[in-house]
């Protein structure tokens, strides 16, 4: 096995070898390391869902790393159905970017697809044992049997004094119309409601006509307007096999068997909504860029997440959404909090059996675990897009302009791939709010000066409601209300939970009916949020549960436990 035999490659040397024309044997371009080494300048297949297709060499920011790892990515964006099939016929790429558990890690591993790196971790990887310890040590004693063949992402370090810019998945509600009314009380759900529907009734259509909601949702990400915000605010987190984690506790409590869980709860909610004419009917069958498109044009005036706000142009200045405090208990995932061991097996970077240079591309994920690495990925280039400035990292030239003027100078400079920030984000383990040596977030754009430099007039007349002008920006009147014990957010103690994540699959027949089940509820939703009262929703509910369990359905809760217990145990040994 070749180790440590790729040194660093400067812009001097790289440019020395292309205008040299220095070749290896086999005819491919290499270039002159910094120990006299020729350094072969190769190109890794690079696979995933969230993939951009094309070649990195297109962008600034793959020029870097060809420049920095004699590297070229060739990224191509594929479906999950499609990776599937490359999968079962042994024609994997590269480098496989897996999301959302859609593809079993524990079935390529089983089927010698994968390579495994604990040969090349051995000598190498100081930046994947440093800062991924957790993560590495799941990846081969939980799930690789005791050899590493995965790299989970989002592995994420907790910074309490950076809150979001205002918070992450509750239900956001239109501000200026809360102050039109003069800031009533929201104690209880069926004032919230009550509320909700004083604010329709005062503003009934928009500018252009169309009818107003107070709640809406979409139908092309299955359950999740009911599974998450609600849930969320009542202190639960969603898992895998249709559980919900309790946020106390950390044990499981099944979404759809128990009667008084928070997904009836939250079906409940929606249900009062749709009887006061507050809960818009075309939730049930428009996707989610319509959903967003109803928040942006004031249609809709609670929104679920807080990346989606109206649009100012179309709404007034002061249009926009934050977490009124009051109705609900939680408000979970305010700031960064610690996740050391990622998105596990589900969201994870693996390297195909295929790959003629697995040890590059274990370089390059090394790399990606850098300081320099993730930065690179999430902010752009050092020099050109930000630098050290008096002893502080800070934005400069065309990403500042396009930061500082809300992408009107230089518009899709981070989004249209020209630059590459952004595009290559998922090949860095490391979440975006990371602390690199230099104190700040991994996207600088995150750190506390850049979200100061984006408070508006109606964030700070949000933050002197609530604090009298102690927060400077909404998610610091949320992290104040925490801390003077007014609101809950994530359980602080790591054990809590832990075992959850370190969950093995159930059987593929319990997968098979779980899934039947989540099927079913999906196409029952709009159903039992249309029941005409009370009893036609009690009773609607104890059908959808009845007919739930006559798919077999003990069998999911009865692995889904087994699998916990043992868990539990493998939770023991990270402690």
Same mark, same amino acid.
């Given at each position: 096995?070749r180790?440590?035999?790729?040194?660093?490659?400067?812009?001097?040397?790289?440019?020395?070898?292309?205008?040299?024309?220095?070749m290896?044997s086999?005819?491919?371009l290499?270039?002159?390391?910094?120990e006299?080494?020729?350094?072969?300048?190769?190109?890794?297949?690079?696979?995933?869902?969230?993939?951009?297709?094309?070649?990195?060499?297109d962008?600034a920011?793959?020029?870097? #790393?060809?420049?920095?790892?004699?590297?070229?990515l060739?990224?191509?964006?594929?479906?999950?159905?499609?990776?599937?099939?490359?999968?079962?016929?042994?024609?994997?790429?590269?480098?496989?970017?897996?999301?959302?558990?859609?593809?079993?890690?524990?079935?390529?591993?089983?089927?010698?697809?994968?390579?495994?790196?604990?040969?090349?971790?051995?000598?190498?990887?100081?930046?994947?044992?440093?800062?991924?310890?957790?993560?590495?040590?799941?990846?081969?004693?939980?799930?690789?049997?005791?050899?590493?063949?995965? #790299?989970?992402?989002?592995?994420q370090?907790?910074?309490?004094?950076?809150?979001?810019?205002n918070?992450?998945?509750?239900?956001?509600?239109?501000?200026?119309y809360?102050?039109?009314?003069?800031?009533p009380?929201?104690?209880?759900?069926?004032?919230?409601?009550?509320?909700l529907?004083?604010m329709?009734?005062?503003?009934?259509?928009?500018?252009?006509?169309?009818?107003?909601?107070?709640?809406?949702?979409?139908?092309?990400?299955?359950?999740?307007?009911?599974?998450?915000?609600? *849930?969320?605010d009542?202190?639960?987190?969603?898992s895998g096999?249709?559980q919900?984690i309790?946020?106390?506790?950390?044990?499981?409590?099944?979404?759809?068997?128990?009667?008084?869980?928070?997904?009836?709860?939250?079906?409940?909610?929606?249900?009062?909504?749709?009887?006061?004419?507050?809960m818009?009917?075309?939730a049930?069958?428009?996707?989610?860029?319509q959903?967003?498109?109803k928040?942006?044009?004031?249609?809709?005036?609670?929104?679920?997440?807080?990346?989606?706000?109206?649009?100012?142009?179309?709404?007034?200045?002061?249009?926009?959404?934050?977490?009124?405090?009051?109705?609900? *208990?939680?408000?979970?995932?305010?700031?960064?909090?610690?996740?050391?061991?990622?998105?596990q097996?589900?969201?994870?970077l693996?390297?195909?059996?295929?790959?003629?240079?697995?040890?590059?591309?274990?370089?390059?994920?090394?790399?990606?675990?850098?300081?320099?690495?993730?930065?690179?990925?999430?902010?752009g280039?050092?020099?050109e897009?930000?630098?050290?400035?008096?002893?502080?990292?800070?934005? #400069?030239?065309?990403?500042?302009?396009?930061?500082?003027?809300?992408?009107?100078?230089?518009?899709?400079?981070?989004?249209?791939?020209?630059?590459? =920030?952004?595009?290559?984000k998922w090949?860095? *383990?490391?979440?975006?709010t990371?602390?690199?040596?230099?104190g700040?977030?991994?996207?600088?754009?995150l750190?506390k000066?850049?979200?100061?430099?984006?408070?508006?007039? =109606?964030?700070?007349?949000?933050?002197?409601?609530?604090?009298?002008?102690?927060?400077q920006?909404?998610?610091?009147?949320?992290?104040?209300l925490?801390?003077?014990?007014?609101?809950?957010?994530?359980?602080?103690?790591?054990?809590?939970?832990?075992?959850?994540?370190l969950?093995?699959?159930?059987?593929?027949?319990?997968?098979?009916?779980?899934?039947?089940?989540?099927?079913?509820?999906?196409?029952?939703?709009?159903k039992?949020?249309?029941?005409?009262?009370?009893?036609?929703?009690?009773?609607?509910?104890?059908?959808?549960?009845?007919? =739930?369990?006559?798919?077999?359905?003990?069998?999911v809760?009865?692995?889904v436990?087994?699998?916990?217990?043992?868990?539990k145990?493998?939770?023991?040994?990270?402690?």
């Amino acid at each position: 096995m070749r180790r440590n035999l790729w040194k660093k490659v400067t812009s001097a040397t790289l440019c020395a070898a292309m205008v040299g024309g220095i070749m290896v044997s086999n005819g491919a371009l290499a270039v002159q390391a910094e120990e006299g080494e020729e350094k072969e300048v190769i190109t890794l297949r690079v696979m995933g869902e969230t993939g951009m297709d094309g070649i990195s060499t297109d962008d600034a920011v793959g020029r870097y #790393i060809k420049e920095k790892l004699g590297i070229v990515l060739e990224y191509t964006n594929v479906s999950t159905d499609r990776l599937k099939v490359m999968a079962s016929g042994g024609d994997l790429p590269d480098i496989v970017e897996l999301h959302n558990g859609d593809i079993d890690v524990k079935n390529l591993i089983d089927a010698g697809s994968l390579w495994a790196m604990d040969d090349w971790l051995a000598e190498n990887g100081d930046n994947l044992k440093e800062k991924l310890p957790d993560a590495l040590k799941y990846s081969k004693d939980i799930i690789g049997g005791g050899s590493t063949y995965f #790299i989970p992402t989002n592995v994420q370090t907790e910074n309490k004094d950076l809150p979001n810019k205002n918070g992450f998945v509750v239900f956001f509600t239109r501000w200026d119309y809360y102050k039109e009314l003069g800031y009533p009380d929201v104690s209880t759900e069926d004032k919230y409601l009550d509320v909700l529907k004083q604010m329709v009734d005062a503003h009934p259509t928009t500018a252009d006509g169309k009818k107003v909601y107070a709640l809406s949702g979409w139908s092309d990400w299955g359950i999740w307007p009911y599974m998450i915000s609600y *849930p969320f605010d009542m202190g639960y987190t969603n898992s895998g096999n249709n559980q919900f984690i309790n946020n106390e506790t950390g044990e499981f409590e099944d979404m759809f068997t128990v009667e008084d869980g928070p997904l009836w709860k939250a079906l409940s909610f929606y249900n009062k909504a749709y009887r006061m004419g507050i809960m818009d009917p075309e939730a049930f069958t428009m996707k989610n860029s319509q959903y967003d498109d109803k928040i942006k044009n004031g249609e809709v005036l609670v929104c679920n997440y807080n990346w989606t706000q109206p649009d100012k142009n179309i709404c007034g200045e002061d249009a926009a959404m934050y977490m009124i405090p009051g109705t609900f *208990p939680y408000a979970m995932q305010i700031y960064p909090y610690a996740n050391p061991l990622g998105y596990q097996a589900a969201n994870a970077l693996v390297i195909s059996a295929n790959c003629e240079y697995p040890e590059r591309a274990m370089e390059l994920i090394e790399f990606m675990t850098s300081d320099e690495g993730a930065r690179l990925v999430r902010t752009g280039v050092p020099g050109e897009d930000w630098d050290v400035v008096d002893g502080e990292p800070e934005l #400069i030239g065309k990403r500042l302009e396009n930061f500082t003027s809300n992408d009107k100078e230089y518009s899709g400079y981070t989004t249209d791939g020209v630059q590459g =920030i952004g595009k290559y984000k998922w090949l860095s *383990p490391l979440w975006e709010t990371n602390q690199c040596a230099d104190g700040e977030p991994v996207d600088l754009t995150l750190s506390k000066k850049y979200v100061l430099s984006s408070v508006t007039e =109606i964030d700070k007349d949000f933050c002197n409601y609530y604090t009298d002008g102690k927060a400077q920006y909404p998610g610091e009147v949320y992290k104040q209300l925490v801390d003077e014990g007014k609101l809950k957010t994530n359980n602080e103690d790591p054990a809590v939970g832990l075992a959850a994540t370190l969950m093995q699959p159930i059987s593929d027949e319990a997968t098979r009916i779980g899934n039947k089940a989540s099927e079913y509820v999906q196409a029952n939703i709009a159903k039992i949020i249309t029941c005409e009262d009370d009893d036609a929703f009690a009773a609607q509910r104890e059908k959808m549960i009845s007919d =739930i369990n006559a798919m077999g359905y003990d069998q999911v809760l009865e692995e889904v436990q087994a699998n916990f217990e043992d868990a539990k145990a493998a939770a023991e040994t990270f402690k």
